[in-house]
């Protein structure tokens, strides 16, 4: 196809096809989802939630990045795309308390809609385990070292 459009003197035919597809030029790109999921452990634990109450958090940003015809409507759109489609099941290690690590797991979860008219699906972080601090991990495997 692209061969009768280059003899036909049509030049460039789908040439910003991924740019459609991302729905615009990104002016940032998105970043490790680590901070953000810090973020949402500290303000909304394992509450329920959706894609708009997510967008305010600071973290967000960072994660969809920056378009040039971003509106409010698409970037909540791309968030919770990005979260369904690229995070769900993953598990993160987030700190809880001072030295206290914990794991917890990305999933789909129902919540009650903010006019309380029934009920949507979004998202929830499950805690999953604690994690030891590095240190005591550090001496543990000593001591495992030492008695063999």
């Given amino acids: 196809?692209?061969?009768?459009?280059?003899?036909?003197?049509?030049?460039?035919f789908l040439d910003n096809?991924?740019?459609f597809?991302?729905?615009?030029?990104?002016?940032t790109a998105p970043?490790?989802?680590?901070?953000?999921?810090?973020?949402?452990?500290?303000k909304h634990?394992?509450?329920?939630?959706?894609?708009?109450t997510l967008i305010d958090l600071e973290e967000a940003e960072g994660l969809i990045g920056e378009r040039k015809d971003d509106n409010p409507k698409k970037r909540v759109t791309r968030l919770g795309l990005l979260?369904?489609?690229?995070q769900i099941d993953k598990v993160f290690d987030v700190m809880d308390k001072p030295n206290v690590s914990i794991r917890v797991k990305l999933v789909r979860a129902e919540y009650i809609r903010p006019d309380r008219k029934g009920t949507r699906e979004g998202f929830k972080l499950c805690e999953i385990g604690k994690t030891e601090?590095?240190?005591?991990?550090?001496e543990?495997?000593?001591r495992e070292k030492a008695r063999k």
Avoid: Y
């Avoid at 979260?83 to 690229?86: I, K, S, V």
């Fill in 45 to 52: 634990r394992d509450m329920a939630v959706g894609a708009q």
């Fill in 21 to 27: 597809h991302d729905g615009g030029e990104r002016t």
């Fill in 31 to 42: 970043e490790d989802p680590a901070a953000f999921i810090a973020e949402w452990w500290s």
């Fill in 83 to 86: 979260l369904a489609n690229r």
């Fill in 140 to 142: 543990a495997w000593q």
């Fill in 1 to 12: 196809m692209s061969g009768i459009l280059t003899t036909a003197g049509i030049v460039g």
């Fill in 133 to 138: 601090p590095a240190k005591n991990v550090g």
């Fill in 17 to 19: 096809l991924k740019a």
